[in-house]
């Protein structure tokens, strides 16, 4: 099959896109709103741009209205965010707090998670997730027809769970990966845990 993308709609492009570009990894992003309360959304066009400084990459659509979505509006408004990684026992709250919700109401109120103090960081995270990145916004650019914006987020700091590290000759860390338990985005209402680790050392 030879899909030619200039004649779909967006739409279209969309659906075949995310079901091939596969697997991806899910930022889930927590905010402050005006309100005080927190805003906590995954987003799986997401992923690393930049080493120095530290930048990842989130890439939001709008609200089934055509507004736009409460991550975006409250990252432009206090600059700050918490991005974790989730693992597979938090996938049912991942996937519950993609709810499209009234701007100011939180999604962690019908979730069973807790929040930490993530100091320096303004804002906390989620307890029981085993990477957190301190997030503030470093530039936002606006593209495409339907007006995606892209969100780049420079970390300035990470908490990692001591049960998915050790440490190597140098003070170096090892991040297992088997331990992380990351969930990955696959398309239609599809996620997928790590399964096989594939070890290949780089050619010289």
């Known amino acids: 099959m030879y ?5 779909l709609s967006s739409d279209q492009v969309y659906f ?20 005080q309360s927190y805003n906590l959304a995954p987003f799986s066009y997401f992923n690393a741009v930049c080493s120095d400084p530290a930048l990842i990459m ?19 408004e206090r600059k700050f965010f918490s ?29 069973n998670l807790k929040l930490c103090d993530f100091a320096p960081h303004p804002l906390p995270r989620i307890q029981t ?25 420079k970390i300035n700091h990470c908490y990692l769970d ?13 991040l297992h990966a088997d331990k992380l338990d990351p969930v990955a985005r696959l398309g239609a209402s599809e996620y997928a845990g790590l399964g096989e680790i594939i070890k290949l050392q780089r050619p010289a």
């Open 162 to 174: 001591d049960t998915i590290i050790t440490y190597q000759d140098g003070g170096k860390i090892k």
């Open 16 to 35: 075949h896109i995310i079901q091939s570009l596969i697997p991806r990894p899910i930022a889930w992003v927590l905010t402050q709103n005006r309100n």
């Open 58 to 76: 989130l890439s939001l659509g709008k609200k089934p209205d055509g507004s736009r979505k409460d991550t975006l509006v409250n990252i432009q």
């Open 129 to 153: 997730c085993r990477v957190t990145y301190a997030c503030e916004n470093y530039q936002i650019h606006t593209l495409g027809n339907t007006a995606q914006h892209v969100i780049y987020g």
């Open 83 to 111: 991005l974790h990684i989730a693992h597979t026992e938090l996938l049912p709250a991942l996937n519950q707090s993609s709810a499209t919700l009234e701007y100011g109401q939180s999604e962690l109120d019908d979730l």
């Open 3 to 7: 899909l030619d993308f200039n004649k």
